[in-house]
């Protein structure tokens, strides 16, 4: 089986001015809804929409949602892009209905869409029932292995790390143990990438996840739901395969998955 991973790093909410239609209600503020931090958070018990003026000129083809709805939420996220600066009509390309607990989904639009500076950009949140927490909401340019992977894909579920204290008599029965972390790992290692598309594509997002988390989607064709809110622990330095005009690469990775 052939997997096309991808990666969602470039946000075009994040950093920039974002205004909303509703408050908090609890003191929390727009921007932690786009900052990269999963301790942080936006309440949105009413339908909101938030909104940005582009900065840059860019590309949005998938957009992302990391969030915790109480158990009887019901509603949906939207993006829409207005048609162009200053225009005032807006076009969706995002429309997924939500549904309670812990979310993590990426989509991608309806079609790609290039953005210019000015051109504003909105999340729309729509809540019928209960209350939701966004702790990031993204939307960007992709980036996603330019030939299907198999050998370094591992499934976001099976993702996991614990470490223990052990407790030892000292006739060297076991006492017992103590669970000192948990915590959810991951690799991603892409293969068979051409020396063009690392410089281009590849180094853009290493350099990125020296500062910021992003959203990782291992098989997102087949497995929408296991979707990771990621943070880079190591990059590899590229390395070289049989194939002499071929590289691989690989990036450890910390991983919030949503639990099922």
């Known amino acids: 089986m052939i997997i096309v991973p991808r990666v969602l790093y470039d946000n075009v909410f994040f950093g920039g001015s974002i205004t909303s239609t509703v408050a908090s209600g609890d003191g929390t503020d727009d921007s932690e809804a786009f900052d990269w931090l999963d301790y942080t958070f936006r309440t949105v018990a009413a339908t909101t929409t938030f909104s940005v003026d582009t900065a840059a000129t860019g590309t949005i083809d998938y957009a992302a949602l990391y969030a915790e709805g109480t158990s009887d939420f019901t509603g949906t996220f939207a993006v829409d892009i207005e048609d162009s600066p200053g225009a005032g009509t ?131 064709d087949r497995f929408p739901q296991e979707v990771s809110f990621a943070v880079a622990e190591s990059v590899g330095v590229p390395m070289n395969m049989s194939n002499p005009n071929c590289r691989r690469v690989t990036m450890q990775i910390k991983v919030l998955v949503a639990e099922y």
């Open 90 to 220: 807006f076009t969706n390309y995002v429309s997924e209905a939500l549904t309670g607990g812990e979310l993590l989904r990426m989509w991608a639009l309806s079609s790609s869409q290039a953005v210019a500076a000015g051109q504003e950009v909105r999340v729309i949140i729509t809540v019928t029932t209960g209350s939701i927490k966004i702790r990031n909401a993204a939307a960007g340019k992709v980036l996603a292995s330019p030939i299907g992977q198999k050998d370094g894909i591992m499934r976001a579920s099976f993702a996991g790390d614990s470490r223990y204290d052990q407790k030892m008599s000292i006739n060297g029965s076991i006492l017992g143990r103590q669970v000192i972390r948990q915590e959810k790992s991951q690799e991603i290692m892409w293969e068979y990438l051409s020396d063009t598309y690392l410089q281009d594509e590849w180094q853009a997002f290493a350099k990125a996840a020296e500062t910021h988390a992003f959203f990782y989607a291992w098989d997102n």
